[in-house]
């Protein structure tokens, strides 16, 4: 059956956080289901009736439980995973943001992901994640233009004294 477990020494404080993170309805469920095993294992209860209750293995107990000793409640956290490191640091993606929202693409009238990335020197993919990490929509004018057009005063004042000659008419509708 192997050796016993003793209880986990678990101070007051961190057993009314850990209480506070099984009740938690916006964490993270791996995290609550950390403080469960916790909790449980501070209670004293073996890692086999821990693992049932919790619906994982005995060995994932015994992990929490080391991880929970060596580290306190910061051991319950993710710790960083391997991957391959960022090729553009902070300040090559402050400057793309800058370039796409501050200045205007000089052979066109907005800016393209494509045209952004050869101005930058960024890959098209990775601005396109940029762009949609940041919410940038460089294609939605915020600004309103005039029209170019010679005429345009004349036929705002048709389309507003159409307006307001075919309102009294529409009163049936908008009452």
Request: charged residues 25%; proline residues 5%.
């Amino acid at each position: 059956m192997g050796r016993p477990n003793t209880a986990l020494g678990i101070s007051e404080a961190d057993r009314e956080q850990l209480r506070a993170m099984v009740r938690s309805h916006s964490m993270p469920h791996s995290l609550v289901r950390r403080a469960q095993i916790v909790l449980l294992s501070g209670e004293g209860k073996s890692n086999r009736e821990v693992a049932r209750r919790c619906g994982v293995t005995a060995p994932a107990v015994s992990h929490w439980r080391r991880r929970y000793q060596e580290r306190g409640l910061a051991g319950l956290h993710d710790e960083l995973r391997p991957g391959r490191p960022r090729t553009h640091d902070d300040e090559g993606v402050a400057e793309l943001i800058r370039l796409v929202s501050q200045r205007k693409p000089g052979h066109a009238s907005q800016w393209s992901v494509r045209s952004a990335a050869q101005a930058s020197g960024i890959a098209k993919s990775t601005v396109g994640r940029y762009f949609a990490l940041f919410g940038l929509q460089p294609h939605r004018c915020k600004n309103f233009k005039l029209s170019t057009d010679p005429f345009f005063v004349e036929k705002v004042r048709d389309v507003v004294g159409l307006c307001t000659s075919i309102r009294p008419t529409m009163r049936w509708c908008c009452a």
